[in-house]
Each structure stands twice: as C-alpha cells, then as structure tokens.
C-alpha cells in the first residue's frame, strides 16, 4: 500500500506513526530496505488506529525505555551542559508535561530553540532517531485530540496554529539501514 487518500488530520498523522512502526520494525530486524512484513505492519496499523481498534504506544513504555538510556543530548548525544527541551515547544503551545520533555544539550536546545524537531533535524541533513519521533508524534496526536482536530479535514491545517509543524511530517522513511532507533546507544556508543 502506497500513500492512501488522506482527508483528515488524524489520518495524516496516523500514517506518520503506522510508517514509524514499519521503519522500527525493518531496523529490529536488520533489514537494508523494507520488505513485504514491514509494509503489513503499516497497513494493519494504519487501519487499526482509524478505527479505533489499535492505540499508539504508551508513555509508560517510553519512560522505560529513557530509564536504560544514556543521559545525553538527544539530538546530538552529547553529556555536557544539559539542559530540558521541548519536543512541541512551550511558546507555541507544547504542553509543559514530562511527556513532552527530553535531554538536549545547551548548543542543540538554543540552536533548535522554538523551530519544529523534524524542520529542524531535516534541515541539517538529519532524519530523527525511532524513539524520539515516536515521542513526539504521540505528544502531537495527544494535542490533536485534546483540541479535537483528529476528525478534521486537512485543509484546516493550513489554517491550524499547531505547536508542531504540520506540514513536515514524514510521509515515508528512510531506508533501514540510514535510521537510528536512539541517538546513542545503550552503551554510550553510535
């Protein structure tokens, strides 16, 4: 299934996410290019989150997965001078939760300031790491549904003051093998 007729905004970002557990899927199993189980996975979860039979992963899960992770920068996995960022920033309407939280070094967290966490890590030649999309795509969908623009058609986006940017979600993946799950990993290496 290539891109599929997306009308609502709860169906964009629901494609985001069914892609984010294809591309999670391929890297676990050390794929190079995804395969015929990797695109199931996307279809089974794309149609099961639109009809409401599938749930995004839960923040408790992400929190322990945080626990065993390095405490580093989580855009550049640096250790120094660490500071709270903002995945969805506070300025423009990102919750002030835990949820929306992460470890960033001061150099990343003033160069990423209030500019979108994909913009930004794209405009420098960068495709997020797994995790912490997968972070910031289930804060986004929690706004989204808090404000009640999941049912929403798409051309309201245009004219919706998201505190993300909309437009640059990722409507396909890398290959496999150009992904990260984290940005360090569990032993402090690459």
């Known amino acids: 299934m290539g891109l599929p007729k997306i009308t609502t905004i709860g169906e964009r970002l629901y494609w985001t996410y069914a892609n984010l557990a294809m591309a999670h899927a391929a890297l676990e199993d050390g794929a190079s290019e995804y395969g015929k189980p990797h695109f199931g996975i996307r279809a089974r979860l794309y149609a099961g989150l639109r009809r409401g039979e599938m749930t995004l992963g839960s923040y408790a899960d992400d929190e322990r997965v945080k626990m065993v992770l390095p405490t580093a920068c989580c855009y550049c996995g ?79 986006a245009e004219q919706t003051n998201f505190p993300f940017a909309f437009v640059c979600l990722p409507k396909g993946f890398p290959p496999p093998r150009e992904l990260r799950l984290w940005i360090v990993g569990l032993n402090g290496g690459e």
Do not use: Q
């Not at 300025?91 to 930004?120: F, H, I, Q, Y």
């Open 78 to 156: 640096s250790r120094n001078n660490l500071s709270v960022d903002h995945l969805l920033p506070k300025r423009l309407g990102g919750p002030d939760s835990g949820d929306n939280m992460v470890w960033a070094c001061r150099s990343c967290n003033s160069s990423k300031g209030d500019t979108d966490l994909v913009e930004w890590m794209l405009a420098s030649g960068r495709f997020p790491p797994l995790l912490l999309l997968r972070r910031y795509l289930e804060v986004a969908i929690e706004w989204c549904r808090r404000g009640g623009l999941m049912d929403k058609p798409m051309d309201l």
